[in-house]
């Protein structure tokens, strides 16, 4: 994966990180199939994003969308995807709720021949899946990690450091794998003491955030600062995405009586934590590029609609750089054919970036960064 991000880095840097697949969508020959997109929430910047972006790639590449958000409620996005399936939909794709509790719904789609892909994050127990595309969610989390090492200089300072973890929703597969992805890039660290866990909170069970909400990492995080951080210093604060630093931060800012700002990490980009990075609030997010993701979905999902078998050499018409991996991601019933992208870390040295996706704009100040709609 090394090569794949260095090269992904490379484009980048030239400014030529281009939209993956947008231009290969067949107009003509697309047809009126109609696509059900199941998203998780557009509360959260981050699906908002996507589910507009998906919608409107679909439909300029000549499908009907039906597009719902389910609230964050895996009950609610159940019957959403029920509908789904009774209005007929060509083929599903999902990012769900929680990857535990869709077994069943999908039972139906796959008695109807439905095709169903999972973005973003994995659906476990159901053999009715057929493909995944995300992006290689342990990296994510060790892309954080290795931030917090070279911040600190783990390898050449003696500390100790003292540093907390905010993980994601429990219901959410991707969420372990960013965890893992940190805890174990920084456990060498812990076991010699040179990072200390004051709240003792090393797992991910105790330091998960139901609903990636915002009010509860910032509930959490104050809970914490007044038990352990009463006459501490908080170095690090290894948050797993951007809503749930943003919660942090707010912590920080009410309760938060030591001195420093500590190093916080985050995923995804969202605005208001890209205004914390420049005003050196948050030290990184890691980007996971939407039109990228949403352009191989469309390549994967014409290809199936087209009942064709998409394989790994669809990779090579693809204009990002994306893995095949049938190895990786087991759902607990069998691995699942993934398709998974590179992601790349983002401080306030090359905003810039953002700026050569397509999706943000420097906003009228040229400080800031906002969306580009
Ligand atoms: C994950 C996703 C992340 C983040 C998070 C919160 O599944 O991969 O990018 O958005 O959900 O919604």
Redesign the pocket.
Known sequence: MKKFFAAAMAAVMMGSLVSCGKDQADKGEAGKKKIGLAM??EE?E??NSDGAYLKQQFEEAGYEVVLKYSQNDASKQNNDVLGMISEDVDLLLI?AVDGDQMSKTLEEAKAKNIPIVAY??LIMNTDAITYYI??D?YK?GKMQADFVRDELQLDSTSGPYNIEFVA??KG????RY?FNGAYETLEPYIESGKLVVPSGKTSFERVATDG?KTDNAEKDMKGTLSVNYKDKNLDVVLC?????ALGVTKALESSYKGSGQPVITG??GDIENLRNIVDGKQSMTVY?NVSDEAGVALEVCKKLLDGEIPAANLTESLDCECVFDSESYNNGVKYVQSYLLVPYVITKDNLQLLVNTGLYRWDSSNKYLELNK
């Open positions: 998780p929430a959260l981050r699906w990012a973003d994050r995300s992006f969610n994510v994601g929703d959410d597969n991707n969420a960013f990636w797993a995405n951007d809503s749930t995923q995804d996971k």
